[in-house]
């Protein structure tokens, strides 16, 4: 699965397929409509092309030689209403059109062609204007399919009969942006992990719907887009579950479906609808039955790989990697295999012999398909999504694929998606179905969650009927029963795994009912309890040292040094630390009251405004201690050090 783009696109015309788009929305109305239920706009992407782009009949060709040896076709083009009347216009002719020069052969007189005519953007910033050029004046430009991105061929200009066989074409001089697909703007959304679902039209449509109501169907359905899929039987190609290491108990596989389809032919182009698709969605055509596969997972949301079918050995093993394994993937990368991988293997000497590929995350260079293949197997599994996770990381292969297996797949789409795939692939590529069908399931039951009816009350604050509980769990896909004992019985959708507990389902509810119901209430202040035991036993050991200090000088600005005071190691006396310089308390720096108050006294040099006396005992000189970091603004160099006050001691 070879993609290029991290999230969904969303082109309007596509999602219509699924959905009753309201008349007159934009990529702008759509984002709004989708932010509502959680989808969040990433980026409006512009038309690819603007201006005039219309449909030209060849009236006349003539060849000329440039000065430059190079040979170009002087044209006169009709283009309906834009034509010059006879006789008027850049260059007058006697025809009603428009002269333009073309370098390309690949056309001749009453070919229908695609013109852009001057005031046209095409891609790549490339404006449309008229312009001389090898004697003539060039007014507008028959196209290429590069030069329109419709395509890497500028080899010759489109010819429409011969580029889109199967379309009926417009008449001369029609507008034919939209009818090409080049004029819609694609809007891009962002998906959390847990609405992997979301990454598919299938998904976006559902929230489109969720959102305004429109009515939605169900592509994953059978016979919606699909025909009912046949039951598995015994003449299915053989495969076979080997996972003897789960990861957390879980199985790396719990489904697996096969379906062949035989004499397709190898050079079958791929239909012109489904290339702008999925140019659109960011991906690129390779071949039919790799452009199927990638066409069904942005549809439905279901990863698929196309094998060489004349290139596998029977059965396909999926089987956990084996010590010193490694595999060449389709990127020609050559990845050391952890025991952890989840591999899908085949067996030409022995069960799991031979890996084709990492389980959900990127096929092997062997058995892809070729552009002599002729005979398909399509492959559509559900894997683990931890398996699945942890490879990608591991190896860095952050496939389209791997990123929806690891957000969680449908488990019930597999064999719709395969019987989707095998008819997109005989309508257009030939080729009859296989009656032999593989379709091994080992699901687990569905998940089943017990929601109290208040409880959606008691996590948003809005009081929900438990009518309109059910209404909007069963909008979500759930199956709701109930509610007995003030109880609903709540089964979550196959392509919801991210619904567990009762709160992801009021979450659900809040989302679709809409989060702007949900009041904003101040949550309602506790009770003050005054200071704690700790509080009040600090502030009177410093009110009572403040009021016992014997340097007067210092009593003015003790508060706040004695909010710091710890009693020292010696539980002698008390000190004074100012934070953030605090030094070591050191015992043998042992100083007397009489001697502290008979100390001379000096100014301190470090102090500004007030300017504190400090005993000369209590100098640096006589007591030399390590600071941590350099003084600060508001203490002196020295420490204070204070003889404990009377009733109280370190303990306190």
Not at 280 to 287: I, N, P, T, Y
């Amino acid at each position: 699965m070879e993609g290029e783009t991290d999230m969904p696109m969303v082109p309007l015309s596509w999602l219509a397929d699924h959905v009753d788009v309201v008349d007159g929305t934009d990529a702008e109305a759509l984002a709004a409509a989708l932010v509502k239920v959680g989808l969040e706009e990433e980026e409006i992407h512009p038309a690819r092309v603007i201006g005039p782009l219309v449909v030209g009949r060849v009236l006349t060709r003539v060849e000329e030689t440039a000065s430059n040896g190079k040979v170009v076709n002087y044209c006169r083009v009709d283009v309906g209403e834009y034509n010059d009347a006879p006789g008027t216009g850049k260059e007058p002719s006697e025809l009603p059109s428009r002269g333009i020069i073309c370098g390309a052969h690949n056309f001749d007189v009453d070919d229908l062609v695609v013109v852009s005519l001057p005031g046209a953007v095409l891609p790549g910033d490339f404006q449309i204007a008229a312009r001389k050029t090898y004697g003539h004046i060039s007014d507008g430009m028959i196209c290429s399919a590069r030069e329109l991105g419709l395509g890497e061929d500028h080899d010759g200009i489109i010819v429409l009969p011969k580029y889109f066989p199967d379309r009926e074409i417009p008449a001369v001089g029609t507008d034919i942006v939209s009818w090409l697909g080049l004029g819609e703007e694609v809007l891009e959304i962002n998906v959390t992990p847990d609405r992997g679902y979301c990454f598919s039209m299938r998904g976006i449509a559902r929230e489109y719907s969720h959102s305004t109501g429109a009515a939605f169907r169900d592509p994953g359905l059978p016979g919606v887009i699909a025909a009912e899929p046949p039951a598995a039987n015994a003449d299915g190609f053989p495969v076979v579950f080997a996972d003897d290491a789960p990861i957390r108990g879980r199985e790396g596989v719990d489904r697996f479906v096969a379906r062949i389809v035989r004499g397709t032919n190898p050079a079958a182009p791929t239909p012109r609808w489904m290339v702008d698709r999925l140019e659109a969605a960011g991906m690129r055509s390779l071949s039919l039955p790799v452009d199927i596969t990638n066409y069904v997972m942005l549809d439905l949301g279901q990863p698929m790989h196309a094998y060489d079918l004349g290139a596998l050995a029977a059965p396909i093993v999926v089987r956990r990697a084996r010590a010193g394994e490694s595999l060449v993937t389709l990127d020609d990368e050559k990845r050391e295999l952890d025991e952890q991988d989840l591999l899908i293997t085949d067996s030409p000497q022995g069960e799991g012999s031979r890996i084709i590929g990492i389980a959900g995350v990127m096929g092997g260079a062997y058995s892809e398909v070729e552009e002599g293949t002729t005979d398909i197997l399509f492959e559509a599994a559900h894997f683990d999504s931890v398996s699945i996770a942890r490879s990608a990381r591991r190896h860095k292969l952050h496939s389209e694929s791997s990123k929806r297996f690891e957000r969680g797949t449908d488990p019930q789409l597999p064999a719709v998606a395969a019987q989707r795939a095998v008819e997109l692939l005989i309508e257009y590529g030939g080729g009859t179905v296989d009656e032999g069908v593989t379709d091994v399931d080992q699901r687990a039951d569905a998940t089943v969650i017990s929601l109290p009816v208040g409880e959606a009350q008691r996590l948003t604050g809005v009081a929900h009927s438990p009518e309109r509980i059910a209404e909007l769990l069963t909008t979500v896909g759930c199956l709701v029963e109930g509610p007995v004992n003030d109880v609903f019985t709540v089964t979550a959708p196959s392509w919801r795994p991210d619904l567990t507990l009762p709160a992801d389902l009021v979450e659900e509810v809040a989302r679709l009912d809409g989060y702007d119901n949900i009041p904003v209430v101040m949550p309602t202040a506790p009770a003050g309890h005054g200071l704690t035991t700790a509080q009040k036993a600090r502030r009177l050991a410093a009110a009572a040292l403040a009021s016992s200090c014997p340097i007067r000088g210092i009593a003015r600005v003790s508060l706040r040094m004695i909010r710091a005071a710890r009693p020292c190691a010696c539980a002698t006396r008390w000190r004074t630390i100012p934070r953030g310089c605090a030094p070591r308390c050191s015992t043998r720096s042992s100083t007397s009251l009489a001697a502290t108050s008979r100390a001379p006294m000096r100014m301190s040099p470090s102090s500004r405004s007030p300017r504190l006396p400090v005993p000369t005992a209590l100098s640096p000189r006589r007591f030399p201690a390590r600071r941590r970091g350099p003084p600060t603004r508001c203490s002196p160099r020295w420490r204070q050090v204070f003889p404990p006050s009377p009733g109280i001691s370190a303990a306190s």
